[in-house]
């Protein structure tokens, strides 16, 4: 499968690599409109055809499918003329700028039977996969909360704020593992250094009382990145910057044992033991590319599809409208 990689600026070159080292695909142009951007990329790859001409790489008909690598904005323009030109699309989260766009790229991959798959990378981590599966058998019980911390000095992107570019991330784990729409957001945040808010806290209230809290910061003097989880059963602490030991589970929970008016409330807090399961190793970008191609050649749809992105897109533009208001609630 031949791929053209538009966009090759701090995360393009993490697609072009994993591209290259998988079996049976070949990225044979790269475009990007940075003269910078394209040395860096001639120098690492002088056998793939580098350029600025993005219209080329998109019309090309030695090309099956597109990578749009570039800034949110460009999005949606570069996957319509790629699905217009009959390539597959694999596109950087968040999926487009608005709902509306997402949904005329869905219809239009439709029509004309191409796949699209939104880059959820974190779906395709050891650490997910491993959440997932303890919520799926049962081990944490049933879902009360998701907490996460990402927080970071920078990356300022130019086009976006803090939430939509930090959030998507637990926007599609969030979505994947409650799946459900959530009834309701509400979001707070502030800009410090441009009309851009850097700082950010994001709640969504999902039925049957689950509840997901994001904070985001480009502000933070240190970098974090971790999720607590609370279940019914037992509750976790994913800190993804641990080398090892990235999940802990803990036999931990609270139980009400009996319920005769407030005063008489009997708490039971158990405290057993704290395990951390073995991970699937291996880079995530790796195992989500190679998911993509494989969709493509078997005809089925990635679960990391359009509309999961557009139900993160969903998430982001109710988000927004909330933090415009100072924390209005939402609903979706
Ligand atoms: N999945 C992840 O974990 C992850 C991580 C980082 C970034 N991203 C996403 O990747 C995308 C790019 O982010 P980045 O941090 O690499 O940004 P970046 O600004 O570092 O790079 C973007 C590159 O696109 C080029 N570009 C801009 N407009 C273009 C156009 N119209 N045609 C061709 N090239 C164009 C720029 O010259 C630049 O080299 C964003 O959507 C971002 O959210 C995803």
Redesign the pocket.
């Given at each position: 499968m031949k791929f053209g990689v538009?966009?090759?600026?701090?995360?393009?070159p993490n697609i072009v690599r994993n591209l290259a080292s998988l079996e049976d695909t070949e990225v044979v142009a790269i475009?990007?409109?940075?003269p910078l951007?394209r040395g860096r990329a001639q120098k690492a790859y002088p056998n793939v055809q580098v350029t600025a001409d993005?219209a080329e790489v998109i019309s090309s008909t030695e090309i099956d499918a597109i990578a749009v690598?570039?800034?949110?904005w460009?999005?949606f323009e570069?996957t319509k003329k790629a699905l217009e030109h009959g390539k597959h699309v694999f596109v950087?989260?968040?999926f487009t700028s608005t709902a509306a766009q997402a949904e005329e790229l869905i219809d239009l991959a439709l029509q004309k039977k191409l796949k699209i798959m939104v880059?959820h990378?974190f779906l395709f981590t050891g650490a997910v996969k491993k959440i997932h599966q303890l919520l799926q058998e049962g081990t944490l019980g049933k879902l009360y909360y998701y907490d996460s911390t990402r927080v970071n000095l920078g990356?300022f992107?130019h086009d976006v704020n803090v939430l939509w570019?930090l959030a998507?991330?637990d926007l599609s784990i969030v979505d994947y593992l409650i799946h459900a729409t959530p009834e309701a957001v509400v979001a707070t945040g502030a800009s410090h250094l441009n009309d851009h808010e850097d700082v950010a806290f994001m709640t969504l209230y999902f039925p049957d009382k689950v509840i997901a809290h994001i904070n985001v910061n480009w502000l933070s003097p240190v970098k974090v990145r971790t999720t607590l989880i609370g279940g019914e059963k037992r509750m976790l602490v994913w800190n993804d910057l641990s080398a090892d030991e990235k999940l802990k589970v803990y036999d931990r929970g609270v139980q009400i044992d009996s319920q005769q008016g407030v005063y008489d409330l009997l708490v039971n807090y158990r405290s057993g033991d704290m395990w951390a399961p073995q991970l699937e190793r291996g880079e995530a970008l790796t195992r989500e590319l190679q998911y993509f191609v494989d969709c493509i050649s078997n005809g089925q749809d990635p679960f990391n599809d359009g509309s999961a992105g557009l139900r993160v897109v969903r998430m982001l533009e109710a988000a927004s409208e909330s933090l415009s208001k100072r924390g209005d609630l939402v609903y979706l």
């Open positions: 538009i966009g090759y600026g701090y995360w393009g475009a990007d409109i940075s951007a993005v690598v570039s800034p949110v460009t999005h570069l950087e989260k968040p880059d990378t990356l992107q570019d998507p991330h």
